[in-house]
């Protein structure tokens, strides 16, 4: 087993690198993140999140005060080149069946402060800044070289490392890892904006279908606002970024004198990939978040996949750190986190091709079938929430038509405590939770205990009325009379009588899977 005073070492202070941190803290694991800047980027980046990204945030223990720098996200509409609305997705701004709205937007640095101010009062993180990695050995207690603020040289013998590096990932070019293309590389230029006070525009997204210019509009929070305007093969970077072709750029949506009056917070060119790491895992290094993938902005969820990540993985290294599940577990990160990412990938893909493309070939057909496709009943219904489930692997079981739930996200409603209403995960706790229809019988529930499970009954649950299915009733629904619950909030596994019960709680008994490590290359 790995000494319990060797870190995990985290390269990379980002958002996904801090998130990790404060997820190993909370199952009692230390970690020593490595950041390479010495200050913290204050521009703006990502902007959204859905309900499940912000129930991992809640296990990071950010949740509620960041809730407070976030608003509901209402849907997005699609404009053509008159600014004529085509159709609108709509998003209900009510909690839902993660306990939050389905979708909420934020300003990035606001997040970064708070996960960085939890970060710097946990004892059990030692954050570094100034410090870049020159050198990563894998093995079962890989080692970390990099120098310090203060240009000296330091090694760390670590319990695990994980690359949260960015696009430009140094972990994955030191494991020769290199990424699947889809060939997607177009050059966008993005213009974040404060305003003195708020516009009178909708407070949805906006995407322009324009194939003068396919471009995206939306307000952030408070009085900040976003728009990135699609860059044409050839054209001259800098005339776009002119105070005469922002002004033409904007006029849409302000006058003169509010453009005048308001801030420029950024104005700079990205160019949008498609890309993901061929393999994310090498003994005990991992890839985690634009290290192992990056997807174009068109479905909002680059941030979004690599918090999944570590909420993903870090769970399962803890087990595995903590000798209470076998080194095999930690393949099913990159086997069940891969596929659902480059699903992701290809959606924003299929999104982006449909709705912004301008320059191929089949631009007139396109636009035209996304014209035609507005005017059928209940489109604006279509969008799908939530990521796909996930399939059937060591840590979930079969899936079909009696075991739908399985792979899926538990929903979790508010609940009536005796401390008054909370969110069905802070009664739970962060581990394994069985959940079952009615009360357990005394020789289960022994083993329930032995096994170090949390038992809810969903019978007996007081769901605060929301409009969504209570687990009970989704439960039902499913014939389901027991499902077991993993720490990411994943059903491992269905029970669909009384008696299968027992088999669920075995399945924690037998978490030391068989098999030998295949390191993967």
């Known amino acids: 087993m790995t000494s ?39 521009l703006p980046r990502a902007v959204h999140l859905d309900d499940e990204v912000f129930r991992i945030l809640q296990a990071v223990g950010v949740a509620d005060e960041f809730a407070s720098d976030t608003r509901p996200m209402p849907g997005m509409r ?28 934020f300003d990035q640095p606001d997040l970064e402060r708070i996960l960085l101010a939890h970060a710097a009062t946990e004892d059990l993180i030692d954050l ?10 894998a093995g079962r207690r890989p080692t970390v070289c990099f120098r310090n603020a203060d240009e000296q040289t330091e090694t760390i013998d670590a319990a695990a490392v994980i690359g949260c590096d960015g696009a430009n990932s140094f972990v994955r070019e030191q494991l020769g890892i290199t990424m699947r293309d889809f060939d997607f590389d177009e050059q966008w230029l993005v213009i974040d904006v404060r305003t003195p006070t708020p516009l009178d525009v909708w407070d949805g997204v906006h995407q322009i279908c324009d194939p003068a210019r396919a471009a995206t509009f939306m307000p952030v929070t408070g009085n900040r606002y976003r728009w990135e305007f699609r860059v044409f093969d050839g054209e001259d970077l800098e005339s776009l970024r002119s105070p005469e072709k922002l002004r033409e750029l904007l006029t849409p949506w302000m006058t003169p004198a509010e453009l005048e009056e308001s801030e420029v917070m950024r104005q700079a060119f990205y160019t949008f990939r498609a890309r993901v790491a061929r393999t994310w895992r090498v003994d005990r290094v991992f890839l985690a978040g634009d290290a192992a993938h990056q997807t174009p902005p068109f479905v909002g969820q680059g941030l979004g996949s690599g918090l999944r990540d570590a909420m993903n993985l870090s769970w399962k290294l803890a087990d595995v750190l903590d000798g209470d599940a076998s080194e095999t577990i930690l393949d099913t990160y990159e086997s069940e986190r891969r ?18 493309g301008g320059q191929d070939a089949l631009a007139s057909v396109r636009r035209a079938v996304v014209a035609a496709a507005c005017h059928i009943p209940g489109i604006g219904n279509a969008l ?19 075991n739908r739930l399985n792979g899926s996200i538990f929903p979790q409603p508010w609940v009536r405590t005796d401390d008054g209403a909370r969110r069905l995960d802070d009664v739970t706790g962060s581990g394994y939770t069985l959940v079952t229809r009615g009360p357990l019988d005394p020789s ?15 019978d007996a649950l007081r769901c605060v009325p929301s409009g969504n299915p209570t687990p009970a009733a989704l439960m039902r629904r499913h014939r389901a009379h027991a499902v077991l619950v993993r720490p990411d909030r994943v059903v ?19 978490r030391t899977m068989p098999g030998t490590h295949q390191v993967a290359r």
């Open 384 to 402: 799908p929430e939530g990521t796909p489930p996930l399939g059937r692997g060591p840590l979930v079981e079969r899936r079909g038509l009696r």
């Open 4 to 42: 319990p005073r060797d870190p995990v070492v985290i390269v990379g202070a980002g958002p996904v690198g801090v998130a990790c941190a404060l997820l190993l803290a909370k199952r009692g694991l230390p970690s020593v993140v490595l950041e390479r800047h010495r200050e913290v980027y204050a």
């Open 128 to 137: 570094r800044r100034g410090c870049e990695v020159t050198e990563i050995a």
């Open 492 to 510: 491992r596994a269905t029970a669909h009588t009384a008696a299968d019960v027992a088999g669920l709680v075995s399945m924690l008994h037998a």
């Open 339 to 356: 596929p659902n990412a480059t699903r992701i990938v290809l959606m924003a893909l299929a999104v982006g091709w449909a709705l912004t």
């Open 444 to 458: 289960t529930a022994a083993r329930v205990v032995e096994a170090g499970l949390h038992h809810v009954d969903a």
């Open 78 to 105: 699609l404009i053509n080149g008159r600014r004529r609305v085509m159709t609108e997705f709509a998003r209900n701004t009510a909690d839902g069946r993660n306990g939050y709205p389905p979708d909420s937007m």
